[in-house]
C-alpha cells in the first residue's frame, strides 16, 4: 500500500485517523464479491489499536468473500457536513486496508465480543450475551496493513486558524 495521497495538504495525521477509526460508529466493508464484483456492508466494528474486529454469521457473502481473497477494505466516515450554498460537504473520513481473518481461538472471541459490547453497550454487563453467541458468532480480525485519512480544505484552513 505505497500510493500517495493526492491532496496531500488535505491528508489526516495517523493519529487523528486513528482518533477517527477508535471513535467511528459504523463502518462500510468491502471485501471481495461474487464474480468479481466488490461487495461493501455497513458494519459495526471496534477498533482495539492494532486491528478492526467485526462480527457476523457463520456463514454469507462477507465470509465467502474474505475465504476467496483476504484484502478488505473499510471506510468510516468522521463528519459530512454538505453546505450547500458552497456546493461543498465539510468532510473527515478515513479508509483503512488490511486482511480479513476468520477468529478461532475462543478467548480472542471473547475479548473481541466484550470490545464490541463496550463500544456499543457501555455500562451493560455482557457476560451473559456472549455466553449466549459465543458458539454461534463469527469473529473478523482485520489486520491493518495501512490507514489514509483524508478531510475537507475547508476543515484544514480552519484548523490552522486555531
Request: a neutral charge; charged letters at 30%; aromatic letters at 10%.
Amino acid at each position: 500500500m505505497g500510493r500517495k495521497m493526492r491532496r496531500f495538504g488535505q491528508e489526516l495525521s495517523l493519529s487523528e485517523s486513528r482518533r477517527v477509526l477508535a471513535d467511528g460508529r459504523y463502518a462500510v466493508w468491502a471485501v471481495s464479491g461474487d464474480d468479481d464484483y466488490p461487495y461493501a456492508v455497513p458494519i459495526n466494528y471496534v477498533y482495539d489499536g492494532d486491528s478492526i474486529y467485526v462480527h457476523c454469521a457463520r456463514q454469507g457473502h462477507k465470509l465467502d468473500g474474505i475465504i476467496r481473497n483476504p484484502k478488505c477494505s473499510m471506510c468510516i466516515v468522521d463528519k459530512d457536513d454538505v453546505v450547500p450554498e458552497e456546493f461543498t460537504s465539510y468532510f473527515r473520513s478515513v479508509i483503512v486496508f488490511g486482511r480479513a481473518v476468520i477468529v478461532e481461538d475462543a478467548g480472542e472471541i471473547r475479548r473481541a465480543l466484550t470490545l464490541l459490547s463496550g463500544k456499543y453497550s457501555p455500562g451493560i454487563d455482557p457476560g451473559y450475551e456472549i455466553s449466549k453467541f459465543l458458539k454461534s458468532v463469527c469473529i473478523v480480525r482485520i489486520d491493518i496493513d495501512a490507514i489514509t485519512g483524508k478531510e475537507a480544505k475547508e476543515l484544514v484552513a480552519a484548523h490552522r486558524l486555531q
